[in-house]
T-cell receptor
């Protein structure tokens, strides 16, 4: 089956910890994205990557870091510098960034700070 | 910066009703506009994608229209069913995707 997978589905973080959210796609897409969703708000872009070994900050990159060592994978690390990390995190991919086709979304990871 | 607004924030209708969800955006220089469905605690599923050169798209009971000049799109759902209950998100693409906050739809049996 082609698609995007995210793991884990639920994640709990203690104060001061870094945690990494996984995102994998087998759609052969060049572009990948990370969004954050808070209750009653639209999705906000954290980081995106147009190609392997390249990524750009989105609107709310502070306290987050990413890597793109493989085309299929775009992990997101939530660092201790992110003061309010509790949210629903969504990963997406598309053939190209800014292209006219759709973005495909993973099932999401819910992160809770204890 | 593109701003996307969806009205209403929540909507409750009896089964069988036709309904309209609204989306407005501030910058008309867009590549396309998409409507997504999101079930609670899940990812987004694309429903309809309208390119900037198109006026509408249809899929089954769903019809989405686009008026770039006025910065508006509507999603029309015909003969609503309880299974249509979900949050519907509008997203505008002008090199970056900008999302509205969504309309939470409840269709009562």
């Amino acid at each position: 089956d082609g698609g995007i997978t995210q793991s884990p589905k639920y994640l709990f973080r203690k104060e001061g910890q870094n945690v990494t959210l996984s995102c994998e796609q087998n759609l052969n897409h060049d572009a990948m994205y990370w969004y954050r969703q808070d209750p009653g708000q639209g999705l906000r872009l954290i980081y995106y990557s147009q190609i392997v070994n390249d990524f750009q900050k989105g609107d709310i990159a502070e306290g987050y870091s990413v890597s793109r060592e493989k085309k299929e994978s775009f992990p997101l690390t939530v660092t201790s510098a992110q003061k309010n990390p509790t949210a629903f995190y969504l990963c997406a991919s598309s053939t190209q960034q800014g292209a006219s086709d759709t973005q495909y979304f993973g099932p999401g990871t819910r992160l809770t700070v204890l | 910066k593109q701003e996307v607004t969806q009205i209403p924030a929540a909507l409750s209708v009896p089964e069988g009703e036709n309904l309209v969800l609204n989306c407005s955006f501030t910058d008309s220089a867009i590549y396309n506009l998409q409507w997504f469905r999101q079930d609670p605690g899940k990812g987004l599923t694309s429903l309809l994608l309208i390119q900037s050169s198109q006026r509408e798209q249809t899929s089954g009971r769903l019809n989405a229209s686009l008026d770039k000049s006025s910065g508006r799109s509507t999603l029309y759902i015909a003969a609503s069913q309880p299974g249509d209950s979900a949050t519907y998100l509008c997203a505008v693409n002008n090199n970056d995707m900008r999302f509205g906050a969504g309309t939470r739809l409840t269709v009562k049996p």
